[in-house]
């Protein structure tokens, strides 16, 4: 507030805390003695499993905390052995999904289902989506093409002190790449979900071998057609797709074959692509 900016703060809050019959006086209290910061520029942050052993009180409590302006956000969501009823009881805010299903989900198909699941359920109950362990610029990208704009992790900032915030936040600006990604509807992520599925795939494979640099290539491909607009309105990539060995038929040719026929026929060829030696 002191550098002019208006950023809200985040504050983990566990279940002892909420537990307390004078919390929200306390907090009432609290804000009071600052009028200058809104309230809205403070949010706590619930994790799911804080919350496990009177789900009834901790609702009416954070009901109450709504009241005073103040956001509320469930940390590390799908974690627990719950998180549907934390989900449909506790009245939040934001749902910030668990690292451990972003880390990975360049490169394993079920971690993007998961996500994409996730997001669903944050669309249809009207809650905002921020997803945790944004760790590089292709993770960005992905959560972008399921329509997640809002992401937390090394790929955004790294930790910093307090007083670097204000020249960071001057400066910052999103990484160019992001600028030209756009939401994929989801009956048109067919391609979203090979890309995932071939670099899957390709985990034992080295980026030396043949078979590997072949469906890296073709991956890049897949990325290529997204960009362009292949999954929107508009027009499909203007190189066909590459001819593939069947050397990487262990990847599972009967995921790449429909793909690669889809991005064909687009261009009006019909051919199929995978063809032996």
Known sequence: MAAGLMIPVSVNIAAHHLQQPDFVDRLRILLSAHPNIRPSCLELEILET????????????LAACRELGVSIALDDFGTGYSSLTYFKRLPVNL??????????????????????????????????????????????RLLLQLGCVYGQGNGIAWPMPGEDLPAWSAAWNPDPAWALVASVAPRKRSLVHAAVAI?????????????GAACRRFSIRIAAALAA????????????????????????????????????????RTSPMLKPK
Not at 125 to 139: K, L, Q, S
Not at 203 to 211: E, G, I, K, L, V
Not at 245 to 250: A, K, L, P, V
């Open 50 to 61: 804080s919350a496990l052993r009177d789900v009834a009180q901790v609702s009416h409590v």
């Open 229 to 268: 607009g292949s999954t929107a309105n508009g027009p499909p990539p203007s190189e066909p797709p590459p001819h593939l060995s069947r050397s990487i038929s262990s990847i599972g040719k009967s995921m790449i074959a429909p793909i690669e026929h889809r991005l064909r026929r687009q261009q009006g």
């Open 95 to 140: 749902l910030k999904i668990d690292r451990s299903f972003v880390r990975d989900v360049l490169d394993d198909p079920e971690d993007l289902n998961i996500l994409e699941g996730v997001l669903g359920l944050a669309t249809a109950f009207d809650r905002v989506a921020i997803a945790e362990g944004v760790e590089t610029v292709d993770h960005g």
């Open 199 to 211: 670099a899957h795939g390709l985990r034992p494979w080295p980026p030396s071998s043949s078979a």
